[in-house]
């Protein structure tokens, strides 16, 4: 007797093939229908460039201004306008953006260029710079314009 292929051995190969062969079959049968009905796919169209979208890495001042924030927030938080050594502490804020969150400093533009002074809504407590030249404009909380009259 031979234990290598028994009777169970010899079905389950069979049931196998056979189902390999009728895969194949229904395959051979598709194509076969396919080409008899003269049955096409469709050409790729040469595809054409219609929008470009640029994708960036973040720049450093979006950074910067997430910084500034947080930096404000925490000076907020410490009583920064109490009036101790003002002048350092406004001369910290290197944009108008961060100038201007703070109640007691301002944005104080002149012919000499632009600096963050402490002030408040009446405009920056010294009206004049390091170099004696008074200021044109100062900008207070945010975005609010004032012209100075010298």
Known sequence: ?????????????????????????????????????????????????????????????MLENIENKNQIKKMKKNGFCNNLNMNSKCSKFDNKTACTSVECCVFAKNKNGSNCVPGDANGPQMKKDKKLVNYDEYYYLDKEVKKLNN
Request: glycine content about 2%; cysteine-free; charged content about 30%.
């Open 1 to 61: 007797m031979n234990y290598f292929l028994d009777e169970n051995l010899i079905n389950e190969i069979f049931q196998k093939s056979m189902i390999i062969i009728s895969l194949a079959g229904f395959f051979l049968y598709v194509r076969t229908i396919i080409i008899q009905n003269k049955f096409t796919f469709p050409e790729d169209k040469d595809m054409e460039v219609d929008k470009v979208i640029v994708i960036e890495k973040f720049e450093s001042k």
